[in-house]
């Protein structure tokens, strides 16, 4: 039972409609657990397109997760970053479940049954909020592992929200001769340096497309290796533009349904350059031989730790720390480009 406050969860219900919406207190059927959430992590990019209705509504969430099968039409309870205490145990569960502090990619709600085998133990010495980075994590190891950096490769990463940001300081401790972060925010740019990026451009500095370019091959001489993270369709063309002769761009943005004009001219066919989309959900063909999902998890959290530890990415990170009860006002804010959030939290009301 709960102390008293009503269970939540936070529904899309529309364009630019957020509602949080009453609950039933869930019960564990015998191979599952009941989890009381005490923080999650919004995704700025992927939450945002079902925010303000850019997702198609046909489309499957995630075939890979049980919380996530269905598809992307209003009402919509989205979202993939909870971490929570185990509080009940249904009787054909191992009742040393019970008090685990765990992961789930499971939407924004108060509480909810799920079976263990669909939640990630939280490691120890890792706090709750910075578990919740866990999925920005995996992404960013996905993104390393599908770039292939080699030793002395120059790589620029367009974008640097928290995934962005993240893949900033991953590919910078890779091998990498010099990494180049392009982003329009101030306070992002001056983490992408705190992460370890060796130089950051500013893309509304130059006169259109061209001028970025130009700044980007004044830094590295072009890039072996381009990273297009920024979530806007029109960076992929100055991304590929960027890239040396037999280039690679590497696209980790999902963009919905959000369409640019993309001229791949000249640069792109006599440069022979390779675009690639990358996405958290599979695992790589080539590296299927020996990358399972245990292992990336394993490693995500591995990486996650050596990062928190250096750099405290919690603290640099989270910027918003929003009682879930106002999801309306916080998705406002988080919409708000001229705004600083950066990574948002819904927090939970304690429960037993």
């Known amino acids: 039972m709960s102390d008293g406050a009503a269970h939540r969860a936070v529904e899309f219900t529309g364009p630019e409609r957020v509602e949080v919406v009453p609950v039933d207190d869930p019960a564990p059927a015998p191979d599952e657990v009941v989890v009381s959430a005490s923080v999650s992590a919004v995704s700025a990019g992927s939450e945002l397109l079902a925010y303000r209705g850019e997702l198609d509504p046909e489309t499957v969430a995630d075939e890979e997760l049980s919380s996530l099968d269905g598809d992307l039409s209003y009402p919509l309870r989205y979202g993939y970053a909870v971490v929570g205490r185990v509080t009940a145990v249904g009787e054909a569960v191992d009742p040393s479940w019970r008090d685990r502090t765990v992961f789930a990619f499971n939407p924004h709600e108060s509480r ?10 939280v490691p120890d010495g890792i706090d709750p909020e910075t578990a919740t980075l866990f999925a920005n994590a995996e992404t960013a190891v996905t ?10 490769e120059r790589v620029a990463v367009f974008g640097q929200g928290v995934v962005g940001l993240l893949t900033t300081a991953l590919l910078a401790r890779s091998g990498a001769e010099t990494v180049v972060a392009v982003e329009p925010r101030d306070r992002r740019r001056e983490l992408a340096a705190e992460f370890g990026a060796d130089a950051v451009v500013d893309p509304t500095r130059y006169d259109g497309r061209a001028g970025v370019v130009d700044a980007v091959r004044d830094r590295t001489g072009g890039v072996d290796l381009a990273v297009e ?3 806007r369709p029109e960076t992929l063309e100055t991304a590929v533009e960027t890239t040396r002769f037999d280039g690679r761009v590497l696209v980790g943005s999902w963009y919905g349904t959000k369409r640019a004009d993309l001229g791949f001219g000249d640069h792109f066919h006599r440069g022979r ?12 063909p080539e590296l299927r031989g020996r990358w399972d999902r245990e292992r990336r998890r394993e490693t995500a959290w591995r990486q996650l730790r050596r990062l928190h530890g250096e750099l405290d990415v919690t603290e640099r990170l989270v910027t918003d720390r929003v009682p879930v ?9 988080l919409a708000d480009e001229g705004e600083p959030t950066l990574q948002l939290l819904f927090t ?3 429960t037993n």
């Open 273 to 284: 350059v390779t675009v690639r989309s990358s996405q958290v959900t599979t695992i790589a």
């Open 112 to 121: 909810f049954a799920v079976s263990p085998d669909a939640l990630i133990p």
């Open 325 to 333: 009860d106002r999801a309306p006002s916080a998705y406002r804010r």
């Open 229 to 231: 993270v920024s979530g």
């Open 348 to 350: 939970y009301p304690c």
């Open 143 to 152: 993104l390393t592992l599908d770039a292939a950096p080699r030793l002395g």
